[in-house]
T-cell receptor, first 117, second 111 residues
């Protein structure tokens, strides 16, 4: 199993450009997440999905859109990139938390380093 | 989810046990304590979790106080590869899909 993979690993954009980050997982996980991490800070949740065809806002959703057309893929889009979106973006996935059982852990990808000039 | 408090940094000598504390005084009865770590800009890695009993796995041990207001992550024989930022998170397993990462503890293993 490859686990969670992210494409691309690095990207430089100019202000106003658009791009899509791809996250793929081969563990048949229901839940997928997008986080961003700014220098010296913890991770902040952007959007998440509890299943194919569903998405929800996290802590910092503004400026981003997401889609989950296939269970194994979770796409993060920047329609008009801004310098404030310079960050490292991490994708994660997890099993469906089952009521009465331990919450399952999240498995993270290696990250995408995005610079917006 | 309960807020957690961790020291910003700690050092530990290689080969010794590293004890990382975490306070979660407002934790509720259905919230678990999870520990993740992040090694130099890689994606966070799950370490261990527990509810009220002490837990041990191949990576670490988790000691949770009886009142559940604090916990300690123990790396029994720290190596240089354990240098990382360690995050303590308290989360409910009912209907909450979000992990809230604070700034964690930066653990440096000294040769």
């Amino acid at each position: 199993n490859a686990g969670v993979t992210q494409t691309p690993k690095f990207r430089v954009l100019k202000t106003g450009q658009s791009m899509t980050l791809l996250c793929a997982q081969d563990m048949n996980h229901e839940y997928m997440y997008w986080y961003r991490q700014d220098p010296g800070m913890g991770l902040r949740l952007i959007h998440y999905s509890v299943g194919e065809g569903t998405t929800a806002k996290g802590e910092v959703p503004d400026g981003y859109n997401v889609s989950r057309l296939k269970k194994q893929n979770f796409l993060l889009g920047l329609e008009s990139a801004a310098p404030s979106q310079t960050s490292v973006y991490f994708c994660a996935s997890s099993y469906v938390p089952r009521r009465g059982a331990d919450r399952d852990t999240q498995y993270f990808g290696p990250g995408t380093r995005l610079t917006v000039l | 989810d309960a807020k957690t408090t961790q020291p910003p940094s700690m050092d530990c000598a290689e080969g010794r046990a590293a004890n990382l504390p975490c306070n979660h005084s407002t934790i509720s009865g259905n919230e678990y304590v999870y520990w993740y770590r992040q090694i130099h800009s890689q994606g966070p890695q799950y370490i261990i979790h527990g509810l009220k009993n002490n837990e041990t796995n191949e990576m670490a041990s988790l000691i949770i106080t009886e009142d559940r207001k604090s916990s300690t992550l123990i790396l029994p024989h720290a190596t240089l590869r354990d240098t990382a930022v360690y995050y303590c998170i308290a989360i409910s397993n009912f209907g909450n899909e979000k992990l809230t990462f604070g700034t964690g503890t930066r653990l440096t293993i000294i040769p």
